[in-house]
């Protein structure tokens, strides 16, 4: 079957919009030139490529499959992908693999949302397209228009979908001068010149042969050549200027026996086009005749007798008039037939292909100097041979797999291309006992690949330059078996061409989604796939019986491979999140999972949010956040039970540009912080010699963000006003000198401040003074101002006393920061932004210290007195937080949204009640596209993507990215206090919660929380509880 | 028209109430109130008092409509103000708590419970907590009964024990920073290696030898 001339080779996919006939038509095409794969009778029934069970239960494709099939001299590889939303990772999978692109459109339904998607798919990937205009035979029975009508209605579409294609190309054009006035001053290139010649021409024209009109539930289907040939035989005249005329306003003048433009025929409105004249109109006429219930057999005999049909008078003699019909028309106009030749004679051979399409697929690299230059020399050559697609057997082989799918074991081929048994070894995939074996999905580029031979995979973050450094990147493997796909079935084969489709095995381990393979090292990875949506319907899954959750995990690593398009993930929680694209792909997958992957029953959820806590700060006024931190004016004041200590805690809302730093750097702190100090010095040296950028020092990369943070601060302060900018920049670094601890867990985004060491101590007590650990591990301290003991005036033996345990209980103070940090007080979430002061007054125990009883009972005390301080503390710190006007803090989604002008408005809508925040709208150049990016809380993102396109009828696609954390500036236990406010809310009894409360009212719920809720809302509502009425 | 007139049957009276009793001074003093509302108000979620009480009278009995007498009031309370005795009969007295009432109480518990056992295991395969949907699910498994007398806490850490016998569930192992003299941390180390600890971090700073150690029980 492999074909070893490479002009002989198709590479094809069908797109088109959900429903729109890709399976039934792929059906004919492999009835027609399968080979006897399919009985010409069943076609457009069997649905032949849809063989997983689910396919054929919901009648729809959800995976794209691989068939040869040989048409003349012609071997084409032809790929049925999915037509649903949920699967377009599918699409573009297939149309990497492919050189052309069959596009069907329903001739009823017109061009769908999808029809833009695949388009545009067959656009970014440079194929080329073929329009397959579909059902023709509704025109007829259905709608019952006349062949005028019909024929303005495909026309329609026809100029319809050109308009798209013309759409995507000013798109370019306009990107490309956008491009070349940016870089105007240097050199334009000459190749951003290229675009601009075919640029009038429609992309379809059915004189050019690439637009096919068919029916393929009735089997038959024609371009315009057939016709041409036909009449051409028939009137005398040429086939060529026949096919001009076949479309479009050209008219046939009865009495000269000319063909005519517009201007030519008197009496335009009577007079029909060619198209219409000649073509649609025997073919109505011979519906029309076939379906009258007397039986038009006459005509019927007309058509068989003019086309010298073959038509077994037993399929003529049938009682259902539609049979005879498909039997008539399919071999009048055979649908494979005419399909196929259009892709033989349109569609460009590999060679032509790849020369068109390299560079999308190995995009010209800008390199830097100083680089290896054999290496580059060698990326070049492989770069020439992919684009020649040269198959000698010398050429550097180079083969890129759009997907890996799981086959179970025992469907494999027994048999060897020779005819020996193959051993199918058990364990090679990774997958252990597993009986799923998984399959590269590849298309070779250059070169020949054989079984058994060892190629290079490459990942898409590959670069050859780098040479031995990137060893993750690219791995060795063994090709164990190619196999021809044929639908379901697979035929294995020794070796493969350059510019085939080949299943191959082997590689399971080594691939996770898609790569590159090649028998070089020195070869660039192809650019990454297109994909039109991003996984964002999340979930959470777990096993129902807890023991299943190792065959849970290893089902879903499988599933993650076999899938191109899921995430998995596991939070912080514990949680296993799937991501799917919408919900028939998530229900796949879970059935998968269920059934083929994990074998054990699943539980499915919406996976847990997290927030963090904070306070009310003004944004505007740093200076006086800050002051409520030194002034000793609002502060908390909790005792420990036994009395003996005083605990103040003040806090404050850092920076926003601190906080964001703090959170972003947890691991350089960890790492500094953790004692790691010396160890990250060691690595260092190591590190710079592979090549890694880093900063000399990770400290002073820290210390140097965290300053040029807190200048932005500054700076934006000191705008309107420089001297309390001033002012602020001096406290700050008074501060920085002050930093004891990060909480929660030592390196999160809050920080616990060392007790200003000038405040005045009573002489009964003593201030448990903290050490700035941090700050001295940070190297913020200058060493100038921190050693300074703190000057007791008192010095007598019980202060001297009283001071070690004072430093005794230094950790304690701190273990109670990061216990109160790590869940604060609204409902046990994390602290985010916040900055406490702690100061812990130790007064003398009442007992004098030498009585000897007293003095066992304080060492009894000795056990319990740090974790009341700890307690304390803890409880200090929550209290004033909630004392500082307390906020809830949510996780947002960055969110991009792409839409047409028509969906707009139903698209705020959604996006308004999902309360997400609308940054930006603006128009794309050249497409009627809006693009509109905003904010949206990860809590409301459930279902949002399904909404969206529920809402939008699938016209608005979204992508989500975590963002960043943000406080609700609403307070959650807001009370109308000021007659406005009452007059607007009323008394605050019946206020409804806002959504602040509710969303902490909803945590605390899950988490088993008291919440503030009235068990029944109105108490005369309730039912009586008679027994008899 | 000889039948009877026809009375509406919609409502029954006096079946939407809730008794709270109060014994003092040898006397039994009521209030009606609507039953699932004591509770709340007691927790001061509600503060509307008419959306508790039925109405701001004493009674000696409610069901059958008798009013308490105003010198039993006096003896009793110092006072014979109905709506001031109304509030300490609320506050105070006896009731029996209602369906929904303790529907809520035990689900919060039951969750706070769960939410108590999560936070204190791991999963030993993926050293990672078990997800609450999971505990709950794992809790109605065992049929474990909420005892709304005793201490959540008290009650996860049998859970905790119950669940250990039927699924891979462990304790997760707690996180212990030691400050030992320098002279006794060879002991120390010896104990804690008879506990099978992992120590995770070890630092020695002047004359105090500071462990931090992951122990494993």
Redesign the interface.
């Known amino acids: 079957m492999v074909d070893s001339n490479v002009h002989n080779v198709r590479n094809i996919c069908i797109l088109a919009h959900v429903d729109h006939g890709k399976t039934t038509l792929a059906d004919h095409l492999i009835a027609g030139t399968g080979g006897g794969l399919l009985h010409p009778k069943m076609a457009g029934k069997l649905r032949f490529m849809d063989f997983l069970d689910e396919e054929q239960r919901r009648a729809i494709t959800m995976k794209s499959s691989s068939i040869a099939l040989k048409f003349r001299d012609c071997s084409i590889n032809l790929i049925d992908s999915p037509g649903h939303m949920d699967f377009c990772s599918e699409v573009s999978t297939a149309a990497r693999l492919s050189d052309g692109a069959l596009v069907l459109v329903d001739a009823v339904e017109g061009v769908h949302i999808q029809t833009h998607a695949v388009l545009r798919q067959a656009w970014i990937e440079k194929l080329t397209p073929c329009l397959v205009l579909n059902k023709l035979d509704r025109l007829i029975s259905e709608l019952e228009l006349t062949p005028m009508e019909a024929y303005t209605r495909l026309l329609r579409i026809v100029h319809e979908v050109n308009g798209i294609m013309s759409g995507y190309k000013s798109e370019k054009y306009l990107s490309d001068v956008d491009s070349m006035l940016a870089s105007q001053s240097g050199e334009v290139g000459d190749e951003n010149l290229e675009f601009v010649e075919d640029d009038e021409e429609d992309t379809f024209q059915p004189q050019k042969g690439n637009v096919a009109f068919v029916c393929a539930l009735d089997g038959w289907g024609f371009t315009i050549n057939e016709f041409s040939e036909f009449y051409a035989s028939k009137f005398g005249a040429s086939s060529s200027a026949l096919r001009k005329a076949l479309w479009g306003p050209r008219y046939f003048d009865p009495k000269s026996k000319m063909i005519v433009g517009k201007k030519g025929i008197e009496g335009l409105s009577k007079a029909r086009p060619m198209f219409v004249q000649f073509v649609l109109e025997p073919l109505w006429q011979v519906y029309q005749s076939a379906m009258k219930p007397d039986g038009g057999k006459g005509l019927l005999d007309k058509v068989i007798k003019s086309f010298n049909l073959n038509v077994p008078q037993r399929e003529l003699q049938n009682k259902d008039p539609k049979l005879v019909l498909q039997s008539v028309m399919s071999r009048w106009l055979p649908l494979s037939d005419s399909v196929m030749s259009m892709v033989v004679r349109c569609m460009p051979d590999p060679m032509a292909a790849q020369s068109f399409r390299i560079s999308r697929l190995l995009p010209n690299r800008l390199l830097q100097d100083k680089v290896d230059s054999v290496v580059v020399e060698e990326a070049e050559l492989v770069r020439k041979s992919v684009e020649l697609c040269d198959s000698t057997p010398e050429a550097p082989c180079v083969a890129f797999v759009s997907k890996m799918f799981a086959v179970p074991t025992k469907l494999l081929p027994r048999r060897g291309p020779n005819g020996e048994s193959l051993e199918n070894y058990v364990d090679e995939d990774g997958s252990g006992d597993s009986d799923e074996c998984f399959l590269a999905f590849a298309r070779i580029f250059s070169g020949v690949l054989c079984s058994g031979q060892k190629v290079f995979v490459l990942s898409a973050l590959y670069d050859p330059l780098k040479g031995d450094s990137v060893q993750k990147h690219v791995q060795e493997a063994e090709l164990q078996s190619l196999y021809l796909m044929m639908g379901q079935g697979l035929v294995p084969v020794t070796s493969v061409n350059a510019g085939n489709v080949v299943a191959i095995r082997g590689l399971g381990q080594h691939i996770l989604k898609s790569a590159t393979l090649s028998s070089t090292r020195n070869c660039w990875p192809f650019a990454s796939m297109a994909f039109q949506v991003a996984p964002t319907l999340r979930v ?1 899954i ?1 096993p ?1 019986d ?2 299943d ?2 065959a849970l ?1 290893k089902g879903l690593r499988l599933l993650n491979r076999a899938d191109p398009f899921v995430g998995v993930t ?1 939070s912080s ?3 296993h999140v799937l991501a799917a694209a919408g919900e028939v792909h998530l229900e796949r997958c879970i059935k998968d999972l269920k059934e083929r992957f994990a074998k054990v029953n699943i ?1 499915v ?1 919406p996976p ?1 949010v997290s927030y963090r806590e904070s306070i009310e700060g003004d944004a505007s006024n740093p200076v006086d956040n800050l002051r409520t931190l030194t002034s000793s004016s609002d502060y908390f004041e909790k005792l420990t039970p036994n009395g003996r200590c005083v605990v103040r805690v003040q806090v404050t809302k850092l920076p926003a540009a601190v906080t964001k730093v703090l959170d972003e750097s947890t691991e350089t702190l960890a790492d500094i912080i ?2 790691k100090h010396g160890q990250t010095n060691v690595d260092l040296p190591l590190a710079q010699g592979t090549g890694v950028l880093l900063d000399e020092n990770p400290i002073e990369a820290f210390k140097k963000r965290l300053m040029d943070a807190l200048e932005i601060d500054i700076s934006m302060l000191s705008e309107n006003d420089k001297d309390r900018a001033e002012k602020y920049r001096i406290k700050w670094q008074k501060l920085l000198k002050r930093f004891w601890a990060f909480g929660p867990g030592q390196v999160g985004p809050n920080i616990l401040f060392t007790p200003d060491p000038k405040i005045e101590i009573d002489d009964s007590s003593f201030l448990i003074v903290g050490s700035p650990l941090v700050s001295e591990r940070l190297g913020l301290l200058d060493g100038c101002s921190n050693d300074h003991p703190p000057a007791s005036t008192s010095c007598e033996i019980i202060s001297e006393e009283l001071r070690l345990e004072a430093e005794t209980l230094q ?1 304690s103070i701190v273990s109670g920061f990061q216990l109160a940090t790590s869940a604060g007080p609204l409902c046990d979430e994390p602290m985010w932004g916040l900055g406490f002061v702690v100061e812990a007054h130790i007064s003398p125990s009442t007992e004098q210290p030498d009585d000897p009883e007293s003095k066992h009972q304080h060492l009894e005390q000795h056990g319990i007195f740090p974790g009341q301080v700890m307690a304390t503390v803890k409880d200090a710190c929550r209290a004033v937080v909630l004392q500082n006007k307390p906020r809830i803090v949510e996780a947002m989604y960055f969110c991009e949204l792409n839409t047409r002008t028509e969906h707009l408005g139903r698209m705020y809508g959604v996006l308004n009640k999902r309360r997400a925040r609308v940054l930006k709208e603006e128009m794309q150049e050249g497409s009627p596209l809006f693009t509109v990016q905003a904010y949206v809380p990860v809590s409301e993102s459930f279902g949002f993507a399904d909404d969206l396109r529920r809402e939008t009828s699938g016209g608005a696609s979204a992508l989500l990215v975590l963002s960043h954390w943000e406080a609700l500036p609403e307070d959650p236990f807001f009370v109308p206090k000021t007659e406005e406010e009452i007059e607007e809310f009323g008394d605050g ?1 019946s206020v409804l919660h806002n959504t602040a409360r509710k969303l902490i009212d909803s945590v605390r ?12 809302q ?3 509502k ?5 027994r008899k ?1 | 028209m000889s039948k009877k007139l026809l009375q509406p049957i919609g409502q029954k009276r006096l079946t939407n109430v809730a008794v709270v009793r109060l014994k003092k001074h040898g006397n039994r003093f009521e209030i009606a109130c609507y039953p699932n509302k004591v509770l709340s108000w007691r927790s001061g979620v509600e503060k509307d008092l008419d959306e508790v009480l039925q109405s701001q009278t004493v009674y000696s009995n409610v069901s059958k409509g008798v009013l308490a007498k105003s010198k039993e009031l006096i003896a009793a309370f110092g006072t014979d103000d109905q709506s001031k005795i109304c509030l300490e009969i609320l506050n105070k007295g006896e009731l029996q708590v209602a369906g929904k009432e303790r529907e809520s109480q035990l689900s919060s518990q039951f969750r706070d419970i769960a939410t108590i056992v999560m936070q204190k295991t791991i999963n030993p395969e993926t050293q990672r907590p078990y997800t609450i949907s999971m505990i709950e699910r794992l809790m109605h498994e065992i049929h474990f009964a909420v005892d709304p007398h005793s201490s959540s806490k008290k009650q996860a850490l049998e859970v905790i024990r119950e669940l250990q016998k039927q699924f891979p569930i462990k304790r997760a192992p707690m996180r212990i920073r030691l400050t030992v003299p320098e002279n006794t941390s060879s002991s120390l180390v010896e104990k804690l290696n008879a506990w099978e600890a992992t120590i995770t971090a070890r630092d020695t700073s002047g004359s105090q030898l500071s462990f931090v150690s992951l122990s494993i029980w």
């Open positions: 959470a777990e129902s807890p023991a959750i190792g995990m596991v929680r514990g949680e539980e959820s847990l953790g004692g950790n009894s719920r899950r988490k088993g929380l008291p919440v503030e809720e009235k068990v029944v109105h108490a005369n309730q039912r009586t509880r008679a009425v």
